[in-house]
């Protein structure tokens, strides 16, 4: 497609350059100096020789001479416009025995006469200083000198010398050139890279959305065979990924569920035991197992289900969850700047935000957070007054069903789900939490949230 566009280019520039070259011809034609030249042979041929110096003398100005000479001028194969010149003078010179003409088209300085390489006594009083307004025009065109040369019969040769001013390097014939080139070629590749990108961009975002945890519609597949055959692999993923995840949480709310009739049933047994801290220690422990088994289907349901991202503002979001706490008497506080609007899922960010802050309460008695706004994430910071976590055991915390309490009882030190969940929240945002411990005491869990 590039090699196409350029040859549409260089066909433009060829008319561009033909035409050009037959606007200068045209000009010449046009102008005076093969009139001149065709009345100065008449002249000279009709008066007698001697009358030939008085004659060339008049003819001459500031931008052209004449003169008559013996020597005949050196031969040189004329160009194609040199050639066109010269059959066009030689057409008006018809009806005088003259040969055939010679014409030499040749570059002169700036301001340089057409006379000045030209030899034989030349009258050089027409040779004016050109005005500055010469100066300042002449600086956007190119002077080339005009040679006209036409035998005579008797042997003697006319020569006529005339600057002329054509259009410079920079021209318009330059300038169409690289406009035509660049504007086809860029027009092009604007048109090609957008069609090949457009599919690209839609399977990065869809990509992205995916990775958020985000319910994401099969991609059409189009553009290049590559680009679809990657969009038909990734759908090809999402379902499997899909069908996957299905799968595992249905086996999980399965088992849990199923659980539950054992244990009822175990716990109507256990009532029947006469030893009184036999039967309160089972019932114990089957109450333990049910909060699991509640606990699993809980996580089960919340993974499952499927929430539309809105923008919030987020201060707004943890003011809401922090209310909750504060009507059951907990010693949270908030701090932040301004509002933040961030794109979530406000009732799942709300769940991960609520386990930071029972944790807080659970080991540190209070819970003190702060918001802040980075060029590109959002910092949601948790700050407690516990005791902290061993730093080669931050991993893990975020394990499910991992308790680093050493009593083993629910009421203190929970079933081990809350950071688990709180990690798959925020990492389905496209974020990271970080656990770190604060001196003297304390933990601080730590939200990175991308605003995009």
């Not at 350029?6 to 102008?31: E, K, P, R, S, T």
């Not at 088209?105 to 005005?131: K, T, V, Y």
């Amino acid at each position: 497609m590039l090699v196409a566009a350029l040859a549409v280019a260089q066909i433009g520039l060829i008319f561009v350059l033909h035409g050009q070259q037959d606007n200068v011809i045209d000009d010449i034609v046009h102008g005076q100096a093969l009139n001149q030249t065709v009345t100065l042979a008449k002249l000279v041929i009709s008066h007698r020789a001697d009358d030939s110096k008085v004659l060339t003398d008049a003819f001459g100005s500031r931008q052209s001479c004449a003169a008559v000479t013996a020597d005949a001028p050196v031969k040189h194969e004329m160009s194609a416009p040199e050639q066109e010149l010269a059959g066009i003078l030689k057409r008006q010179l018809h009806g005088l025995q003259t040969g055939f003409p010679i014409v030499t088209i040749e570059p002169l300085q700036q301001f340089e006469h057409a006379c000045e390489r030209h030899g034989g006594d030349i009258d050089r009083s027409h040779f004016d200083e050109p005005s500055q307004q010469d100066r300042i025009g002449a600086d956007r065109f190119r002077i080339v000198a005009l040679s006209l040369m036409v035998p005579f019969p008797d042997g003697r040769w006319l020569v006529t010398r005339t600057a002329i001013t054509v259009p410079g390097a920079w021209n318009w014939a330059a300038f169409l050139s690289f406009l035509f080139s660049s504007l086809a070629v860029t027009a092009v590749v604007i048109l090609a890279v957008r069609s090949q990108t457009t599919s690209l961009r839609a399977l990065a975002d869809a990509s992205e959305r995916l990775g958020r945890g985000e319910e994401v519609q099969p991609l059409v597949p189009n553009g290049p065979s590559e680009v679809s055959s990657t969009i038909r692999a990734f759908n090809t993923m999402q379902e499997r990924l899909g069908l996957f995840m299905r799968d595992r949480l249905r086996l999980l709310a399965s088992i849990s569920h199923d659980l539950r009739t054992p244990l009822t049933t175990l716990r109507l047994k256990a009532e029947l035991i006469d030893d009184e801290a036999t039967r309160d220690d089972l019932v114990a422990t089957i109450e333990e197992l049910t909060i699991i088994c509640e606990a699993t289907l809980a996580f089960t349901r919340a993974e499952a289900t499927t929430e539309t991202t809105s923008v919030v503002n987020v201060v707004e979001l943890v003011e809401q969850v922090l209310d909750e706490f504060r009507m059951g008497k907990g010693d949270v506080s908030l701090t932040a700047s301004a509002a933040i609007q961030l794109p979530c899922r406000p009732v799942a960010l709300k769940r991960a935000i609520r386990n930071l802050v029972e944790n807080a309460l659970r080991y540190g008695e209070r819970a003190s957070l702060s918001l802040h706004r980075d060029q590109d994430f959002i910092r949601i910071i948790v700050d407690d007054s516990g005791p902290g976590i061993p730093a080669d055991r931050m991993d893990d915390a975020f394990q499910p069903f991992v308790r680093l309490e050493p009593s083993r009882s629910t009421e203190t030190g929970g079933i081990g789900l809350g950071l688990s969940i709180a990690r798959s929240i925020v990492q389905a945002h496209g974020g990271t939490i970080l656990l770190s411990n604060l001196e003297p005491i304390g933990l601080r869990a730590e939200i990175h949230l991308p605003v995009q």
